[in-house]
């Protein structure tokens, strides 16, 4: 029997790795599979029979794990035995992997089952108990084995358990023992909020030994384990009391401990301030921005609301592209406040401008106070009627330099700041810098709570006489987002602009499902 000490020790190897594991693949599941881990490595220390030598061993004891979303605390306890790699650990959650998010049944590596639905493992550990009571009674006890199944609070949920539970109950399998993984947490709320069943007791009513144990001391597990191995005469149940994330810190020494939102994203994201969505299909060469419209609100449909089922409650910070229109969908699919989902718009359309205009002026392009607003696209609108530079009107300013041709300039800088983005993609395939340097500024303006004017992409419903639309136009940007608009005096053509801009937009979203 290993110290406790040890065992304390490699229980936290396990929830390093499980968390790295979700890091690493940027999605996963870490909470559940941190405090599972004291539970699973005593297991698998001191009780569990099997022969490292031969997974096949026929009478070795079986592990099945209900809840498949779990699997990083499996994978890294077979890792530590062996059975798996580093390397196989860091292509968790990738294509062909041998370490998918749910596990797929693999006994030369001693994954017992395919798991995903929860519930089913609870069926599948009930069959082979019956199986195995059945080989005994068949050809004698040194057929005998323990079956073992790991279930989780979503897991006892499930209408399938209530029959597993009865049938067991009623059949008296001694050699069937569940541990209850309870931490209270499910996808995306407290468990005590939608359920308050005594589950202990529910189980006891069908004729199972009850036990329950703080599902992080060793002592606890080990004498429960202890205690359902040498029961004879009915199933046993092993309520352990866990923390979702045991362990879990932030850098600066915050507790991620017992959080919906480590759950189901990694540890990096839960209790974040900021979410930016980069997530996307790149812009090729001659596609312009609407046309990827279709490609990648497919893909804010699938990660959307599993980061609001997390428990986020940050800012959405919205970069793909079309970034108006996604930033739309993301505040439909999310259910989130209008003023905590902005996209980056126009932000770096808007630098853009004030350097092309810096350039042709020779002036520093921080005295040019210029914006571009509407839609990020080729519908985005040049605001000449406020521009200025040091408070002198653009006009005029361009006269003291020896420019007359307004109206040509106008086009032409306009035009040079909305193809730039082509340009750049022409020659390098894809554009990154200018890009990461306006979501650095926007996540400035929140986390230090500056309130700067920036074009981001916000839902405009009134102004402008705009409804139900996302454009990007002046906001307050401060820690909680959009602080409030900032009304921009335009001019009738640019009003004119910006509602052919805005229908543009709607036209594109009203064929949307959401």
Not at 199 to 219: F, R
Request: overall charge negative.
């Amino acid at each position: 029997m290993a110290d406790n000490a040890k065992l304390t020790r490699a229980a936290d190897n396990i929830r390093v790795l499980a968390a790295s594991m979700v890091e690493k693949a940027k999605s996963g599941h870490p909470g559940g599979a941190m405090g599972g881990a004291d539970f699973i490595n005593v297991l698998y220390t001191e009780f569990l029979r099997y022969d490292p030598d031969d997974l096949r061993y026929p009478f070795r004891d079986r592990l099945f794990l209900d809840p498949g979303h779990m699997s990083p605390m499996l994978y890294s306890t077979l890792a530590l035995a062996g059975n798996y790699t580093m390397d196989d650990l860091k292509a968790f959650r990738q294509w062909g992997s041998c370490t998918p998010g749910h596990p797929e049944v693999d006994v030369l590596r001693g994954v017992e089952n395919t798991s995903g639905p929860l519930g089913q493992g609870h069926a599948m550990a009930l069959g082979a108990a019956i199986a195995e009571r059945f080989m005994v009674a068949r050809f004698g006890q040194w057929q005998a084995h323990k079956t073992y199944a790991y279930i989780s609070d979503g897991a006892v949920q499930e209408e399938i358990s209530q029959g597993v539970g009865r049938i067991a109950g009623h059949l008296g399998l001694s050699n069937l023992i569940m541990y209850y993984d309870s931490n209270n947490i499910q996808l995306s709320t407290k468990v005590d909020e939608v359920d308050t069943e005594d589950v202990g007791a529910k189980y006891k009513a069908w004729g199972w030994n009850v036990l329950h144990v703080d599902g992080q001391s060793v002592d606890e597990i080990r004498a429960a384990l202890r205690t359902a191995g040498a029961e004879t005469e009915r199933p046993t149940i092993i309520i352990g009391h866990t923390v979702m994330g045991k362990g879990a810190v932030a850098a600066d020494g915050t507790s991620y401990e017992n959080k919906v939102s480590t759950h189901g994203q990694p540890l990096s994201a839960a209790g974040a301030d900021i979410a930016i969505i980069t997530a996307g299909a790149a812009q090729k060469p001659g596609e312009t921005r609407l046309d990827l419209v279709h490609k990648n609100v497919a893909i804010f449909k699938s990660i959307i609301p599993q980061l609001t089922g997390a428990g986020f409650d940050g800012i959405m910070l919205v970069v793909s592209n079309p970034v108006d229109i996604l930033t739309y969908v993301a505040l439909k699919l999310s259910g989130m406040p209008a003023n905590r989902v902005i996209g980056s718009g126009t932000v770096l359309d808007s630098a853009r401008f004030k350097y092309i205009l810096g350039q042709h002026l020779g002036v520093d392009p921080r005295n040019v106070h210029a914006r571009i607003i509407g839609e990020h696209g080729d519908s985005e609108i040049a605001a000449w009627s406020t521009a200025n530079i040091s408070g002198i009107p653009v006009n005029d300013f361009c006269e003291l330099r020896g420019h007359f041709d307004h109206d040509e300039s106008m086009r032409r800088i306009a035009a040079d700041v909305k193809n730039s983005a082509y340009e750049i993609i022409k020659k390098k395939k894809a554009t990154y810098y200018g890009i990461a340097m306006s979501v650095k500024r926007i996540c400035e303006a929140i986390m230090r709570d500056e309130k700067p004017i920036l074009t981001v992409s916000s839902y405009q419903d009134g102004p402008y006489g705009l409804h139900d639309v996302v454009l990007s136009m002046p906001c307050v940007v401060g820690r909680g987002g959009v602080d409030y608009q900032v009304p921009h005096p335009l001019d009738e053509h640019e009003t004119t602009r910006l509602h052919e801009s805005a229908r543009t937009l709607r036209e594109i979203i009203n064929q949307l499902e959401l």
